[in-house]
Protein backbone atom coordinates (compact mmCIF):
# COMPACT_ATOMS: atom_id res chain seq x y z
CA UNK A 1 0.00 0.00 0.00
CA UNK A 2 1.12 3.31 -1.05
CA UNK A 3 0.09 6.93 -0.16
CA UNK A 4 0.15 9.56 -2.75
CA UNK A 5 -0.33 13.08 -1.36
CA UNK A 6 2.90 13.73 -0.55
CA UNK A 7 4.81 12.22 -3.25
CA UNK A 8 6.39 14.44 -6.36
CA UNK A 9 5.50 13.63 -10.31
CA UNK A 10 8.90 11.55 -10.95
CA UNK A 11 7.36 9.72 -7.74
CA UNK A 12 4.05 9.94 -8.84
CA UNK A 13 4.64 8.42 -12.32
CA UNK A 14 6.99 5.74 -11.09
CA UNK A 15 4.43 4.36 -8.57
CA UNK A 16 2.20 4.67 -11.97
CA UNK A 17 4.50 2.31 -13.88
CA UNK A 18 4.69 -0.07 -11.14
CA UNK A 19 0.78 -0.36 -11.51
CA UNK A 20 0.35 -1.12 -14.99
CA UNK A 21 3.84 -3.41 -15.25
CA UNK A 22 2.46 -7.35 -14.61
CA UNK A 23 -0.26 -7.51 -12.70
CA UNK A 24 -0.31 -10.82 -11.69
CA UNK A 25 2.70 -11.32 -10.66
CA UNK A 26 3.17 -7.49 -8.45
CA UNK A 27 2.64 -7.15 -5.26
CA UNK A 28 -0.13 -4.50 -6.67
CA UNK A 29 -3.45 -5.36 -8.25
CA UNK A 30 -4.84 -2.21 -9.65
CA UNK A 31 -6.67 -0.80 -6.52
CA UNK A 32 -7.11 2.47 -5.73
CA UNK A 33 -8.20 3.80 -2.11
CA UNK A 34 -9.40 6.84 -0.02
CA UNK A 35 -10.71 7.46 3.29
CA UNK A 36 -14.52 7.00 1.65
CA UNK A 37 -13.30 3.80 -0.06
CA UNK A 38 -14.61 1.13 2.86
CA UNK A 39 -17.90 3.21 3.58
CA UNK A 40 -18.96 3.13 0.07
CA UNK A 41 -17.99 -0.71 -0.82
CA UNK A 42 -20.14 -1.25 2.30
CA UNK A 43 -22.70 0.44 1.17
CA UNK A 44 -22.84 -0.66 -2.67
CA UNK A 45 -22.75 -4.52 -1.19
CA UNK A 46 -25.34 -3.68 1.48
CA UNK A 47 -27.58 -2.48 -1.34
CA UNK A 48 -27.25 -5.75 -3.39
CA UNK A 49 -28.26 -7.47 -0.24
CA UNK A 50 -31.05 -5.59 0.24
CA UNK A 51 -31.95 -6.22 -3.32
CA UNK A 52 -32.09 -9.60 -2.94
CA UNK A 53 -33.75 -9.65 0.14
CA UNK A 54 -36.35 -7.66 -1.78
CA UNK A 55 -36.69 -10.39 -4.51
CA UNK A 56 -37.13 -13.23 -2.05
CA UNK A 57 -39.96 -11.35 -0.18
CA UNK A 58 -41.93 -10.59 -3.54
CA UNK A 59 -41.64 -6.96 -3.75
CA UNK A 60 -39.98 -7.46 -6.97
CA UNK A 61 -39.33 -9.65 -9.57
CA UNK A 62 -35.92 -8.45 -10.88
CA UNK A 63 -33.94 -5.86 -10.04
CA UNK A 64 -31.01 -3.69 -11.39
CA UNK A 65 -28.81 -2.67 -8.73
CA UNK A 66 -26.55 0.30 -9.60
CA UNK A 67 -23.59 -0.31 -7.42
CA UNK A 68 -19.70 0.92 -7.25
CA UNK A 69 -17.12 0.14 -6.98
CA UNK A 70 -17.42 -3.17 -8.61
CA UNK A 71 -16.36 -6.43 -7.35
CA UNK A 72 -15.63 -9.16 -9.41
CA UNK A 73 -11.95 -9.61 -9.41
CA UNK A 74 -11.93 -9.20 -5.68
CA UNK A 75 -11.30 -12.85 -3.80
CA UNK A 76 -11.89 -13.60 -0.21
CA UNK A 77 -8.34 -11.82 0.69
CA UNK A 78 -7.24 -9.31 -1.96
CA UNK A 79 -8.93 -6.33 -3.23
CA UNK A 80 -8.28 -5.85 -6.92
CA UNK A 81 -8.98 -4.53 -10.10
CA UNK A 82 -10.57 -1.39 -8.65
CA UNK A 83 -12.87 -3.96 -6.94
CA UNK A 84 -13.28 -3.47 -2.97
CA UNK A 85 -15.26 -6.49 -2.03
CA UNK A 86 -16.60 -8.81 -4.26
CA UNK A 87 -20.59 -8.04 -4.20
CA UNK A 88 -21.86 -10.90 -6.85
CA UNK A 89 -20.19 -13.47 -4.79
CA UNK A 90 -21.41 -11.83 -1.23
CA UNK A 91 -24.98 -11.73 -2.91
CA UNK A 92 -24.11 -15.52 -3.88
CA UNK A 93 -23.04 -16.56 -0.41
CA UNK A 94 -25.93 -15.08 1.28
CA UNK A 95 -28.67 -16.44 -0.68
CA UNK A 96 -27.55 -19.91 -0.38
CA UNK A 97 -26.97 -19.46 3.75
CA UNK A 98 -29.76 -17.99 4.03
CA UNK A 99 -31.55 -20.88 2.47
CA UNK A 100 -33.28 -18.82 0.13
CA UNK A 101 -32.39 -20.60 -3.15
CA UNK A 102 -29.92 -23.80 -3.73
CA UNK A 103 -28.88 -22.82 -7.45
CA UNK A 104 -27.56 -19.50 -8.45
CA UNK A 105 -26.59 -18.79 -12.11
CA UNK A 106 -23.85 -15.92 -12.33
CA UNK A 107 -23.47 -14.31 -15.31
CA UNK A 108 -20.48 -12.09 -15.79
CA UNK A 109 -20.47 -10.21 -19.50
CA UNK A 110 -18.13 -7.52 -18.56
CA UNK A 111 -14.86 -7.83 -20.90
CA UNK A 112 -12.38 -8.49 -18.22
CA UNK A 113 -12.84 -12.12 -16.55
CA UNK A 114 -14.40 -12.33 -13.06
CA UNK A 115 -11.15 -14.27 -11.70
CA UNK A 116 -12.05 -13.43 -7.89
CA UNK A 117 -15.46 -14.65 -8.63
CA UNK A 118 -14.00 -17.98 -10.32
CA UNK A 119 -11.89 -18.64 -7.75
CA UNK A 120 -14.48 -17.93 -4.37
CA UNK A 121 -16.92 -21.05 -6.23
CA UNK A 122 -14.43 -23.21 -7.92
CA UNK A 123 -15.09 -26.05 -6.01
CA UNK A 124 -18.85 -25.79 -5.33
CA UNK A 125 -22.00 -27.08 -7.15
CA UNK A 126 -24.64 -24.85 -5.89
CA UNK A 127 -23.20 -21.73 -8.13
CA UNK A 128 -22.68 -21.92 -11.55
CA UNK A 129 -19.87 -19.34 -13.11
CA UNK A 130 -20.63 -18.58 -16.67
CA UNK A 131 -18.08 -15.23 -17.99
CA UNK A 132 -17.76 -13.91 -21.42
CA UNK A 133 -14.24 -11.70 -21.49
CA UNK A 134 -11.57 -10.92 -23.70
CA UNK A 135 -8.35 -12.82 -23.42
CA UNK A 136 -5.12 -13.05 -25.25
CA UNK A 137 -2.38 -15.59 -24.90
CA UNK A 138 -0.01 -13.64 -23.62
CA UNK A 139 -2.25 -12.74 -20.97
CA UNK A 140 -1.80 -8.46 -21.83
CA UNK A 141 -5.41 -8.25 -20.95
CA UNK A 142 -6.33 -7.50 -17.52
CA UNK A 143 -6.75 -9.66 -15.31
CA UNK A 144 -3.82 -11.52 -17.55
CA UNK A 145 -4.38 -14.98 -16.01
CA UNK A 146 -3.97 -18.24 -17.34
CA UNK A 147 -7.20 -19.34 -15.40
CA UNK A 148 -9.48 -17.02 -17.66
CA UNK A 149 -8.98 -20.01 -20.03
CA UNK A 150 -11.59 -21.88 -21.20
CA UNK A 151 -10.12 -25.19 -19.61
CA UNK A 152 -10.59 -23.93 -16.34
CA UNK A 153 -14.18 -25.78 -15.46
CA UNK A 154 -13.77 -26.02 -11.69
CA UNK A 155 -12.51 -28.63 -9.74
CA UNK A 156 -13.87 -30.92 -6.98
CA UNK A 157 -17.77 -30.73 -6.41
CA UNK A 158 -17.41 -27.58 -8.47
CA UNK A 159 -16.23 -29.45 -12.03
CA UNK A 160 -18.57 -28.57 -14.58
CA UNK A 161 -19.75 -25.50 -12.81
CA UNK A 162 -17.10 -22.77 -14.05
CA UNK A 163 -17.54 -21.36 -18.12
CA UNK A 164 -15.49 -19.32 -19.20
CA UNK A 165 -15.96 -17.91 -23.05
CA UNK A 166 -12.54 -16.07 -23.92
CA UNK A 167 -12.64 -13.70 -26.48
CA UNK A 168 -9.38 -15.54 -27.79
CA UNK A 169 -8.85 -14.95 -31.14
CA UNK A 170 -5.25 -15.35 -31.62
CA UNK A 171 -4.70 -18.85 -30.80
CA UNK A 172 -1.92 -20.79 -32.16
CA UNK A 173 -4.70 -23.87 -32.52
CA UNK A 174 -5.51 -21.66 -35.96
CA UNK A 175 -4.52 -23.91 -38.97
CA UNK A 176 -5.77 -21.57 -41.76
CA UNK A 177 -2.15 -20.22 -43.39
CA UNK A 178 -3.76 -17.28 -44.62
CA UNK A 179 -4.83 -16.17 -41.34
CA UNK A 180 -2.89 -12.57 -39.82
CA UNK A 181 -3.19 -13.24 -35.89
CA UNK A 182 -4.79 -9.58 -34.49
CA UNK A 183 -4.27 -7.90 -30.95
CA UNK A 184 -7.35 -6.64 -31.11
CA UNK A 185 -9.83 -8.82 -33.39
CA UNK A 186 -13.24 -6.92 -34.41
CA UNK A 187 -15.77 -9.08 -31.89
CA UNK A 188 -18.80 -7.29 -31.55
CA UNK A 189 -23.09 -8.13 -30.94
CA UNK A 190 -22.80 -11.33 -33.29
CA UNK A 191 -19.90 -13.06 -31.55
CA UNK A 192 -21.58 -12.27 -28.34
CA UNK A 193 -25.06 -13.25 -29.36
CA UNK A 194 -23.14 -16.59 -30.94
CA UNK A 195 -22.10 -17.13 -27.69
CA UNK A 196 -25.32 -16.67 -26.04
CA UNK A 197 -27.58 -18.84 -27.78
CA UNK A 198 -24.83 -21.12 -28.48
CA UNK A 199 -23.37 -22.16 -24.98
CA UNK A 200 -25.18 -19.49 -22.58
CA UNK A 201 -28.47 -20.16 -23.07
CA UNK A 202 -28.84 -24.15 -23.51
CA UNK A 203 -26.44 -24.28 -20.45
CA UNK A 204 -28.58 -22.23 -18.25
CA UNK A 205 -31.72 -24.03 -19.41
CA UNK A 206 -30.12 -27.51 -18.53
CA UNK A 207 -29.19 -25.93 -15.13
CA UNK A 208 -32.62 -24.83 -14.41
CA UNK A 209 -31.03 -21.62 -11.55
CA UNK A 210 -33.21 -20.67 -8.81
CA UNK A 211 -31.58 -17.20 -9.17
CA UNK A 212 -29.88 -15.32 -11.98
CA UNK A 213 -26.96 -12.66 -10.52
CA UNK A 214 -25.25 -11.01 -13.79
CA UNK A 215 -21.90 -8.77 -13.69
CA UNK A 216 -23.38 -6.31 -16.03
CA UNK A 217 -19.70 -4.77 -16.06
CA UNK A 218 -20.58 -2.48 -19.80
CA UNK A 219 -17.05 -1.96 -20.75
CA UNK A 220 -17.19 -4.50 -23.21
CA UNK A 221 -19.41 -1.60 -25.26
CA UNK A 222 -19.07 0.17 -27.98
CA UNK A 223 -16.88 3.09 -27.37
CA UNK A 224 -15.37 2.16 -24.21
CA UNK A 225 -11.99 1.63 -24.84
CA UNK A 226 -10.61 1.95 -20.88
CA UNK A 227 -13.51 0.70 -18.50
CA UNK A 228 -15.48 3.86 -18.34
CA UNK A 229 -17.61 6.02 -20.73
CA UNK A 230 -20.09 7.65 -19.16
CA UNK A 231 -21.83 7.96 -22.65
CA UNK A 232 -22.05 3.71 -23.46
CA UNK A 233 -23.01 3.01 -19.27
CA UNK A 234 -25.90 5.61 -19.87
CA UNK A 235 -27.22 3.66 -23.01
CA UNK A 236 -26.10 0.03 -21.72
CA UNK A 237 -28.12 1.06 -18.63
CA UNK A 238 -30.93 2.11 -20.64
CA UNK A 239 -31.05 -0.95 -22.44
CA UNK A 240 -30.50 -3.15 -19.34
CA UNK A 241 -33.65 -1.42 -17.37
CA UNK A 242 -35.88 -1.74 -21.17
CA UNK A 243 -35.16 -5.37 -20.91
CA UNK A 244 -36.14 -5.96 -17.15
CA UNK A 245 -38.80 -3.59 -17.31
CA UNK A 246 -40.30 -5.20 -20.70
CA UNK A 247 -42.68 -8.54 -21.44
CA UNK A 248 -41.28 -8.81 -24.38
CA UNK A 249 -37.88 -9.03 -25.81
CA UNK A 250 -36.13 -7.79 -29.17
CA UNK A 251 -35.35 -10.00 -31.92
CA UNK A 252 -32.50 -12.17 -32.17
CA UNK A 253 -31.16 -12.80 -35.40
CA UNK A 254 -30.45 -16.39 -35.97
CA UNK A 255 -26.86 -16.24 -36.52
CA UNK A 256 -24.38 -18.74 -38.48
CA UNK A 257 -21.22 -19.80 -37.71
CA UNK A 258 -20.20 -17.55 -41.22
CA UNK A 259 -21.48 -15.00 -39.52
CA UNK A 260 -18.70 -14.32 -36.51
CA UNK A 261 -15.16 -13.74 -37.06
CA UNK A 262 -13.32 -16.60 -38.16
CA UNK A 263 -10.65 -16.14 -35.78
CA UNK A 264 -12.95 -16.89 -33.10
CA UNK A 265 -14.42 -20.29 -34.40
CA UNK A 266 -11.92 -22.30 -33.22
CA UNK A 267 -12.18 -21.23 -29.88
CA UNK A 268 -15.77 -20.94 -29.75
CA UNK A 269 -15.98 -24.98 -31.11
CA UNK A 270 -13.52 -25.55 -28.12
CA UNK A 271 -15.10 -24.07 -25.42
CA UNK A 272 -18.34 -26.33 -26.69
CA UNK A 273 -16.06 -29.34 -27.19
CA UNK A 274 -14.44 -28.96 -23.58
CA UNK A 275 -18.14 -28.22 -21.79
CA UNK A 276 -19.99 -31.03 -24.07
CA UNK A 277 -18.43 -33.38 -20.91
CA UNK A 278 -20.49 -31.98 -18.22
CA UNK A 279 -23.54 -30.15 -20.11
CA UNK A 280 -25.75 -32.72 -22.46
CA UNK A 281 -27.19 -29.83 -24.39
CA UNK A 282 -23.97 -29.08 -25.87
CA UNK A 283 -23.68 -32.47 -27.44
CA UNK A 284 -24.28 -32.44 -30.70
ZN1 LIG B 1 -14.19 -4.83 -16.57
Not at 5 to 23: G, H, R, V, Y
Not at 89 to 116: F, M, P, Q, S, T
Not at 204 to 219: I, N, R, W
Request: charged share 20%; net charge negative; proline share 6%.
Amino acid sequence: METIPKLNEDQLKALTAKFQSKWSTETYHEIFLNHDSWPVSKLATGGLLQTIDDLFAGHIDNAFAIVRPPGHHANSCLSKGFCVVNNVAIGAKYVLEKGLAKKILIVDWDVHHGNGTQELFYNDDRVLYISTHRHEEDFSHYPGLPISGYTYCGEGKGLGYNVNIPFQANLPLILDPNFVPLRRPEIGDNEMLYVFHNIILPIAHEYQPDLVLVSSGFDASDGDLVGYNWESNAKCGEAVARALLSTETPPVPDLKETDIYSGLLPTVKEIIKTQSKYWKSLGN
